[in-house]
């Protein structure tokens, strides 16, 4: 199993950067994918996450109406459009495939949970 995310970049702050990771070697029919970052000397923390059928997302706070998560399932694709970047979005970022069981997000995705994990990409935000 692969999850290769790329799109990362250096873009100054109130830019846009759209991150991409593919996956494959197995289906990811009901398989959440999500988005996290890490910040040096921070915690990984949760981003953004999409239901196999996308009718489920769910956002961190801090990037609610700035990210939109998407996927197309044809190309077992998930995608990150990131609207007015702020310094604060700087980290590497990590996408990672969940089973989800419920189908829908009616909880906050932890690292702990999820089984599998792509390299991460990184974003650079200067101000």
């Known amino acids: 199993v692969q999850l290769q995310a790329c799109g990362g970049g250096l873009v100054q702050a109130g830019g846009s950067l759209r991150l991409s990771c593919a996956a494959s070697g197995r289906s990811f029919m009901s398989y959440g994918l999500d988005w996290f970052r890490q910040a040096p000397g921070k915690e990984r923390e949760f981003v953004a996450g999409?239901?196999?059928?996308?009718?489920?997302?769910a956002y961190a706070d801090s990037v609610k109406g700035r990210f939109t998560i998407s996927r197309d399932n044809a190309k077992n694709t998930v995608y990150l459009q990131m609207n007015s970047l702020k310094p604060e979005d700087a980290a590497v970022y990590y996408c990672?495939?969940?089973?989800?069981?419920?189908?829908?997000?009616?909880?906050?995705?932890?690292?702990?949970?999820?089984?599998?994990w792509g390299k991460g990409t990184q974003v650079t935000v200067s101000s």
């Open positions: 990672a495939a969940e089973y989800l069981s419920g189908g829908s997000y009616d909880y906050t995705p932890v690292p702990n949970g999820m089984e599998y």
């Open positions: 999409i239901s196999w059928s996308g009718s489920s997302t």
